[in-house]
C-alpha cells in the first residue's frame, strides 16, 4: 500500500463520484462460477451503470470454496488499472501510513480499501464494521456483505435500495423431477 496511484490523485473528484454517487445493477441474481485460474475461487464480474459517468464500471463478487473469505470490488479500467473500491472480509491487517501512533495504523479485517486525496491507498472500517457483532455477521455470510457493500458504495438493484442475490453455479448431477418417485418399480426384500 505505498504506491502513489497518481491517477486517482490528479482526478480526485472524479474519482469519489466514482465510489459514492448512484449506481445500479442490473443483473440479479448474480452467479458466482469456478475461477478459470485457480478452482479453489469463484467468481463474478458484472457490469454497473453510473448515474452521472459513462464508463465501463463493473463490480467483481470473488469467494473461496472455503467458508468466511469473500471479496468485493469495482473497477473502472479505463480511469485505473487495479480496482478503485474493495472490500476484503478476511486476510491480513493492513498498515495505514498516517502521522497517528504505529499501533492505530493497522486495520484489521474486515474492512474497505479505497484512496484518499493525496492517491495513497488506505483501508478503513465503516462504523458497521467497527462492531464486532456486526463485523462477524458480515464476515459469516457474503449476502451481508454485499449488502454493506451496496450502502457503503451507493449501489443500487434495478434501481432499487437492495442487494442482488448471490447463488453459486453448481452443476446438476442428474435432473431430479419432484413428481415422479424415483423408487416406483423397485421391490424390497423384507
Given at each position: 500500500?505505498?504506491?502513489?496511484?497518481?491517477?486517482?490523485?490528479?482526478?480526485?473528484?472524479?474519482?469519489?463520484?466514482?465510489?459514492?454517487?448512484?449506481?445500479n445493477?442490473?443483473?440479479n441474481?448474480?452467479?458466482?462460477?469456478?475461477?478459470r485460474?485457480?478452482?479453489?475461487?469463484?467468481?463474478?464480474?458484472?457490469?454497473?451503470?453510473?448515474?452521472?459517468?459513462q464508463?465501463?464500471i463493473?463490480?467483481i463478487v470473488?469467494?473461496?470454496?472455503?467458508?468466511y473469505?469473500?471479496?468485493?470490488?469495482?473497477?473502472?479500467?479505463?480511469?485505473?488499472?487495479?480496482?478503485?473500491?474493495?472490500?476484503?472480509?478476511d486476510?491480513?491487517?493492513?498498515?495505514n501510513?498516517?502521522?497517528?501512533?504505529l499501533?492505530?495504523?493497522?486495520?484489521?479485517?474486515?474492512?474497505?480499501?479505497?484512496f484518499?486525496e493525496?492517491?495513497?491507498?488506505?483501508?478503513?472500517?465503516?462504523?458497521?464494521?467497527?462492531?464486532?457483532?456486526?463485523?462477524?455477521?458480515?464476515?459469516?455470510n457474503l449476502?451481508?456483505?454485499?449488502?454493506?457493500?451496496?450502502?457503503?458504495?451507493?449501489?443500487?438493484?434495478?434501481?432499487?435500495?437492495?442487494?442482488?442475490?448471490?447463488?453459486?453455479?453448481?452443476?446438476?448431477?442428474?435432473?431430479?423431477?419432484?413428481?415422479?418417485?424415483?423408487?416406483?418399480?423397485?421391490?424390497?426384500?423384507?
Amino acid at each position: 500500500m505505498n504506491k502513489i496511484n497518481t491517477i486517482v490523485r490528479d482526478n480526485f473528484e472524479y474519482f469519489k463520484d466514482l465510489s459514492y454517487r448512484e449506481k445500479n445493477l442490473s443483473t440479479n441474481p448474480i452467479i458466482l462460477e469456478t475461477k478459470r485460474n485457480n478452482r479453489d475461487w469463484l467468481k463474478k464480474t458484472t457490469k454497473i451503470d453510473h448515474s452521472t459517468i459513462q464508463e465501463n464500471i463493473t463490480l467483481i463478487v470473488e469467494k473461496k470454496l472455503s467458508i468466511y473469505k469473500y471479496g468485493i470490488k469495482l473497477h473502472c479500467p479505463n480511469f485505473t488499472e487495479k480496482p478503485y473500491f474493495r472490500f476484503d472480509s478476511d486476510g491480513p491487517a493492513h498498515r495505514n501510513k498516517t502521522e497517528l501512533p504505529l499501533s492505530e495504523q493497522i486495520i484489521t479485517t474486515p474492512h474497505f480499501n479505497t484512496f484518499d486525496e493525496k492517491g495513497q491507498e488506505f483501508a478503513y472500517k465503516s462504523e458497521t464494521l467497527k462492531s464486532e457483532k456486526d463485523a462477524k455477521a458480515i464476515v459469516e455470510n457474503l449476502d451481508f456483505g454485499i449488502s454493506h457493500f451496496f450502502q457503503e458504495t451507493n449501489i443500487k438493484t434495478n434501481g432499487k435500495a437492495e442487494y442482488p442475490e448471490i447463488k453459486v453455479d453448481e452443476p446438476e448431477l442428474f435432473k431430479v423431477e419432484p413428481e415422479t418417485d424415483p423408487l416406483n418399480g423397485i421391490d424390497f426384500l423384507d
